[in-house]
């Protein structure tokens, strides 16, 4: 059995996302009518989204807890369980064993509603709820069971959420609904606010309630009698709901087993004017009622015009308009959020019965045993006490509000809904009091940091000129540089091209000489043969007076023998041929070797045959091939590739070069084979020599790096034939095996764009 502290009744905890309006402000007030009846006291925290304070606050002033919906995490709940207090929820089911639920019994009333509509002939219902409630998803549910059950077909469409449970989430959801353009001519509402909010809106638009559209609530508050129509709805009897919540406890605290599980309170259909009931069957607020009503939105609207604008002081001063409800209040504050650790420090007190509680001020105590109720004086009327307890934060800024009044009749307890309006107020005014006080801060300090940023803006402007104009000396500079580089570049390609051509120059005198030679030699022989011409021609122009003299005749005739003029005539043709094909192989030679040495700065990008390229590279080089090695040409057919035909041209000969290189002193074999395939072309020089060393593969594109003898190379080669491939998007890469030979291969787009 749990047994309170010998100088205080037994304690009730309760926890709740809202303590005031429809529904949580009935709830609360039959909650405090139980306990009262039990001798119980009701200490109320507001928990769930608008709660800074995660538990253990007023932990140790509570003996048993009720949860009002899902307001805590699971971690929250753990940690209630494990106090071993018992535990009761209201309106959610947590699945615990430890924890009874007592919840709304939705699906009779419901059921109940959807056949009353069907019986008047509707078919198209659509429905509105906050859907990421609860118990307004267990009310989707059974909407939708009874839409089967009539054989209805259930239309997503026209299930809207509501942003809100209120007035003005009604309205939203009319809008979103008649947005759809979908027709529907009955409405059902997961709460009596959004139901009103539906009407009025469908009013303002011209839709007739209940003539066009049927509309339905949910909760049975006052405003449902005073609407107009007035609001049919369903009544979930919140007394019952909160009699059997504080009877569990009361149970469990007298020792009884823990009862885990749902228990489910009736509810009742209440049909009314607004979805077509008669007349008869509708109730009407009493006179009283509806004036004290009125009573207190008129007190609530004076009250949050003078809250409007106070600031935490002023609205501190306000909290004596609770005089009439309350013993006294109290205000825990910490100062830093980020420091605080688990103890409040009173920063308050308000005295509303002469409780003498004003030496609090100042004192700290742990959140468990906030606020400090052993403070307030004892009596036989401190058993109907109730304290409720609203946590307030912005940024670092806390504030926790306790308040304690006295039950001392059901006419106190009536009044709760409208203490907990003024606490509301109070709670809120709180927080835009804070806000206000954050946000002046912040504007302070957002002109200070402006300040500092136009400071800084103005160091940081001056700085990048200084650095901009360095820049663009470095700049300068640097161009100059790259201009001066280039140039290296061109003339370090242009000297390896003239080394090249020097070690080729002693071979292609020998290629000019050789045809230079013969025609030298033909041409003599052809002068002969002229001189003997004339020589003939001459005696017959001697001989024409005496042409008729048979001596002379026989003169002519011998020496026509003795000089072969017939033989002259075949022969003189087939000099000439020769002279002529010598004199076109010189020209060949001549301008193959002019265009190789060419300087890259004259070159051009140009549509090129790379086959043509490579026999004009093999003709400028026979001398040095012919001795040392044959050439086996195996030429696919490539279509023209744009580049610079030169620099190609050279660094086709380094590689057919470094091939000759490779035979030492016997004579080998060189196969040139190219390709093209997918937007490539290739280009391969495969020969049967000493091939490459694996230490050596790695370096052979490095500049200067030669195998060969010091003097007969310069190790540039391949360290120009790589960059030029690179320049043209192109690959060259060596595959080689030592006394088996070496494969060079390069490969290049069909249209490289220049770079580097």
């Given at each position: 059995?749990?047994?309170?502290?010998?100088?205080?009744?037994?304690?009730?905890?309760?926890l709740s996302p809202y303590l005031g309006g429809f529904y949580f402000g009935d709830l609360m007030t039959d909650l405090h009518r139980q306990a009262r009846a039990a001798g119980m006291s009701l200490l109320s925290i507001r928990a769930g989204h608008r709660s800074p304070i995660s538990l253990p606050i007023a932990h140790e002033l509570v003996d048993?807890?009720?949860?009002?919906?899902?307001?805590?995490?699971?971690?929250?709940?753990?940690?209630?369980?494990?106090?071993?207090?018992?535990?009761?929820?209201?309106?959610?089911?947590?699945?615990?064993?430890?924890?009874a639920s007592v919840q709304s019994d939705n699906r009779t009333a419901i059921a109940a509603a959807v056949d009353f509509l069907v019986r008047e002939g509707h078919r198209d219902i659509a429905c509105v709820g906050v859907f990421s409630q609860s118990d307004q998803i267990l009310r989707l549910a059974e909407f939708r069971r009874s839409l089967t059950?009539?054989?209805?077909?259930?239309?997503?469409?026209?299930?809207?959420?509501?942003?809100?449970?209120?007035?003005?989430?009604?309205?939203?959801?009319?809008?979103?609904?008649?947005?759809?353009?979908?027709?529907?001519?009955?409405?059902?509402?997961?709460?009596?606010?959004?139901?009103?909010?539906?009407?009025?809106?469908?009013?303002?638009?011209?839709?007739?309630?209940?003539?066009?559209?049927?509309?339905?609530?949910?909760?049975?508050?006052?405003?449902?009698?005073?609407?107009?129509?007035?609001?049919?709805?369903?009544?979930?009897?919140?007394?019952?709901?909160?009699?059997?919540?504080?009877?569990?406890?009361?149970?469990?605290?007298?020792?009884?087993?823990?009862?885990?599980?749902?228990?489910?309170?009736?509810?009742?259909?209440?049909?009314?004017?607004?979805?077509?009931?008669?007349?008869?069957?509708?109730?009407?607020?009493?006179?009283?009622?509806?004036?004290?009503?009125?009573?207190?939105?008129?007190?609530?609207?004076?009250?949050?015009?003078?809250?409007?604008?106070?600031?935490?002081?002023?609205?501190?001063?306000?909290?004596?308009?609770?005089?009439?409800?309350?013993?006294?209040?109290?205000?825990?504050?910490?100062?830093?959020?980020?420091?605080?650790?688990?103890?409040?420090?009173?920063?308050?007190?308000?005295?509303?019965?002469?409780?003498?509680?004003?030496?609090?001020?100042?004192?700290?105590l742990p959140i468990t045993r906030f606020p400090p109720l052993r403070a307030l004086p004892d009596g036989a009327g401190s058993r109907g006490r109730f304290t409720t307890v609203v946590p307030i934060l912005f940024a670092h800024k806390w504030t926790v509000l306790a308040v304690t009044g006295i039950h001392r009749s059901d006419e106190d307890v009536?009044?709760?809904?409208?203490?907990?309006?003024?606490?509301?107020?109070?709670?809120?005014?709180?927080?835009?009091?804070?806000?206000?006080?954050?946000?002046?801060?912040?504007?302070?300090?957002?002109?200070?940091?402006?300040?500092?940023?136009?400071?800084?803006?103005?160091?940081?402007?001056?700085?990048?000129?200084?650095?901009?104009?360095?820049?663009?000396?470095?700049?300068?500079?640097?161009?100059?540089?790259?201009?001066?580089?280039?140039?290296?570049?061109?003339?370090?390609?242009?000297?390896?091209?003239?080394?090249?051509?020097?070690?080729?120059?002693?071979?292609?005198?020998?290629?000019?000489?050789?045809?230079?030679?013969?025609?030298?030699?033909?041409?003599?022989?052809?002068?002969?043969?002229?001189?003997?011409?004339?020589?003939?021609?001459?005696?017959?122009?001697?001989?024409?007076?005496?042409?008729?003299?048979?001596?002379?005749?026989?003169?002519?005739?011998?020496?026509?023998?003795?000089?072969?003029?017939?033989?002259?005539?075949?022969?003189?043709?087939?000099?000439?041929?020769?002279?002529?094909?010598?004199?076109?192989?010189?020209?060949?030679?001549?301008?193959?070797?002019?265009?190789?040495?060419?300087?890259?700065?004259?070159?051009?990008?140009?549509?090129?045959?790379?086959?043509?390229?490579?026999?004009?590279?093999?003709?400028?080089?026979?001398?040095?091939?012919?001795?040392?090695?044959?050439?086996?040409?195996?030429?696919?057919?490539?279509?023209?590739?744009?580049?610079?035909?030169?620099?190609?041209?050279?660094?086709?000969?380094?590689?057919?070069?470094?091939?000759?290189?490779?035979?030492?002193?016997?004579?080998?074999?060189?196969?040139?084979?190219?390709?093209?395939?997918?937007?490539?072309?290739?280009?391969?020089?495969?020969?049967?020599?000493?091939?490459?060393?694996?230490?050596?593969?790695?370096?052979?594109?490095?500049?200067?790096?030669?195998?060969?003898?010091?003097?007969?190379?310069?190790?540039?080669?391949?360290?120009?034939?790589?960059?030029?491939?690179?320049?043209?998007?192109?690959?060259?890469?060596?595959?080689?095996?030592?006394?088996?030979?070496?494969?060079?291969?390069?490969?290049?787009?069909?249209?490289?764009?220049?770079?580097?």
């Open positions: 059995m749990f047994r309170a502290a010998a100088d205080r009744p037994m304690t009730i905890g309760v048993a807890w009720i949860i009002i919906l899902d307001c805590l995490t699971g971690a929250q709940l753990d940690q209630i369980i494990a106090s071993g207090k018992p535990v009761v929820s209201i309106a959610h089911d947590f699945g615990r064993a430890e924890v059950r009539h054989g209805i077909a259930l239309r997503p469409d026209c299930e809207v959420g509501a942003d809100q449970f209120g007035y003005a989430g009604g309205r939203t959801a009319a809008r979103t609904l008649m947005a759809t353009g979908k027709a529907f001519t009955a409405v059902m509402c997961f709460t009596d606010l959004i139901a009103s909010g539906m009407m009025d809106f469908l009013t303002e638009h011209g839709v007739r309630v209940p003539q066009d559209v049927a509309v339905i609530g949910y909760d049975n508050e006052p405003l449902t009698l005073i609407s107009s129509p007035p609001l049919a709805t369903i009544d979930q009897d919140i007394a019952a709901q909160a009699r059997l919540a504080v009877t569990l406890v009361r149970e469990q605290l007298e020792g009884g087993v823990r009862r885990g599980g749902a228990l489910l309170v009736e509810n009742r259909f209440l049909p009314r004017a607004s979805c077509g009931a008669p007349a008869q069957a509708q109730a009407r607020m009493s006179a009283f009622d509806q004036a004290r009503h009125a009573t207190e939105i008129s007190i609530g609207y004076e009250l949050t015009k003078d809250l409007i604008g106070a600031d935490f002081v002023k609205v501190l001063e306000r909290m004596w308009v609770l005089a009439p409800y309350l013993e006294w209040a109290c205000i825990g504050q910490w100062s830093d959020f980020a420091q605080h650790t688990d103890r409040l420090r009173v920063h308050d007190v308000l005295d509303l019965k002469n409780a003498h509680t004003q030496y609090l001020i100042g004192t700290e009536a009044r709760y809904p409208t203490l907990m309006h003024y606490i509301d107020l109070l709670s809120l005014a709180m927080e835009r009091s804070v806000l206000d006080e954050e946000t002046r801060a912040r504007v302070a300090r957002q002109e200070s940091v402006e300040c500092e940023i136009l400071r800084v803006n103005h160091e940081l402007e001056e700085r990048v000129r200084r650095r901009t104009e360095s820049l663009e000396q470095s700049n300068a500079r640097l161009t100059e540089t790259n201009a001066k580089l280039s140039r290296a570049h061109t003339q370090l390609v242009q000297a390896e091209k003239l080394a090249s051509i020097g070690q080729l120059a002693a071979g292609v005198a020998h290629e000019i000489n050789n045809p230079i030679g013969y025609i030298s030699s033909n041409f003599g022989t052809l002068q002969h043969y002229v001189e003997d011409m004339f020589a003939v021609i001459d005696a017959y122009r001697a001989a024409e007076p005496l042409i008729a003299e048979p001596a002379a005749a026989r003169r002519l005739q011998a020496l026509r023998g003795t000089l072969e003029l017939d033989l002259l005539k075949e022969d003189i043709p087939t000099l000439m041929g020769e002279c002529k094909e010598g004199i076109t192989r010189v020209r060949k030679i001549v301008d193959d070797l002019k265009n190789f040495s060419r300087a890259d700065e004259h070159d051009v990008w140009q549509w090129t045959d790379l086959n043509q390229g490579i026999d004009s590279t093999l003709n400028i080089i026979h001398s040095e091939i012919k001795f040392k090695a044959d050439v086996v040409k195996q030429y696919g057919t490539l279509p023209k590739v744009r580049c610079m035909p030169s620099q190609i041209n050279q660094v086709v000969m380094n590689l057919i070069v470094n091939a000759v290189h490779a035979f030492d002193n016997r004579r080998g074999r060189i196969v040139i084979s190219t390709g093209a395939a997918e937007g490539e072309v290739w280009i391969d020089v495969a020969d049967d020599g000493c091939g490459i060393s694996e230490t050596n593969l790695t370096r052979i594109f490095d500049p200067f790096f030669t195998t060969r003898p010091v003097g007969k190379g310069t190790g540039l080669g391949l360290s120009i034939s790589y960059g030029i491939i690179q320049r043209h998007g192109g690959q060259i890469t060596v595959a080689s095996e030592p006394d088996r030979g070496t494969s060079m291969r390069i490969v290049l787009p069909l249209e490289a764009a220049p770079s580097g």
